[in-house]
């Protein structure tokens, strides 16, 4: 196993005692300070600096971590930023749709990341975040026009609207909780519809003609997303909403598509 698939495992299983994670945490390592050391290979490079300065955050050795952080470029001076300079034509289309898919990927991802401030107060409250979500469902409405032109992104969407439920159902809103829990439940099929086709092509104007390959996707999860949103159901936050019909037959649907990953 390469570096980077260990260092995928890593991050990605969930089942892992705190010991496996330690013993391969420390196997990374050593790879990582051969490969420093031996190899000319960038990518390998890229990967080896990038996993050192992760791992020595974790143990506490800031100066180590920035020291390998540092060896990283910059952004704008990426492989993907470049490219989209040196191709021409449809190629250079395509590349251009890939950056553009890559940075918004990340924006999503990282928008509602809450941090603790210097004083101890969180940079976002519950409330601001529930706010936010509203606006990365904007976001995507704004970008992708064309009916539920979402493709690799409904399982991100799946776990934005079952975790907006959630806040719902905490302030007993029951009907913007069954909203998005009906929309987590269609984000999970589209999901699980999408990584069983063969290719997806993006019809949407910004993404014109964006062809992406689902079953190239690795998932760490032994679980697919129908089956993570029921298993939500049961938290406590839901109680209240046990014997409401709209969230039986929600859940009913839910167990329908539930099951393991078999792509």
Not at 130 to 140: G, I, N, Q, S, Y
Not at 142 to 156: A, Q, R, S, T, V
Not at 243 to 249: L, T
Request: with cysteine; aromatic share 12%.
């Amino acid at each position: 196993m390469s570096i980077g698939s260990k260092i995928k495992a890593l991050r990605g299983a969930k089942d892992l005692t705190e010991e496996e994670r330690e013993r391969i945490a420390e196997e990374c390592r050593g790879y990582s300070e051969y490969i420093l050391e031996h190899s000319m290979d960038d990518d390998a490079r890229h990967v080896a600096n990038d996993y050192l300065s992760r791992y020595y955050h974790r143990k506490g050795e800031e100066e180590k971590a920035w020291e390998y952080a540092r060896k990283l470029s910059i952004l704008c001076n990426s492989r993907e930023f470049l490219i989209t300079e040196l191709t021409t034509g449809t190629e250079r289309v395509w590349e251009n749709q890939n950056l553009n898919n890559l940075l918004f990927h990340y924006f999503v991802i990282r928008m509602l990341a809450n941090y603790e401030l210097d004083f101890g107060k969180w940079l976002y409250t519950e409330e601001e975040r529930m706010v936010l979500r509203d606006k990365k469902f904007a976001l995507f409405s704004l970008l992708f026009e064309k009916g539920e032109d979402y493709g690799e992104y409904m399982d991100h969407l799946a776990d934005s609207h079952e975790m907006q439920a959630r806040e719902y159902a905490k302030r007993q809103n029951k009907e913007k909780c069954l909203y998005h829990q009906e929309q987590a439940l269609a984000s999970a099929v589209g999901f699980i519809e999408y990584m069983r086709s063969e290719s997806y092509v993006h019809s949407s104007l910004l993404g014109r003609g964006y062809e992406s390959y689902p079953q190239g996707t690795t998932l760490w999860d032994r679980e697919n997303i129908a089956a993570q949103i029921l298993s939500k159901t049961e938290l406590p936050e839901y109680d209240s909403l046990r014997a409401d019909a709209g969230f039986v037959e929600l859940t009913q649907k839910l167990s329908e598509y539930a099951g393991e990953n078999d792509y």
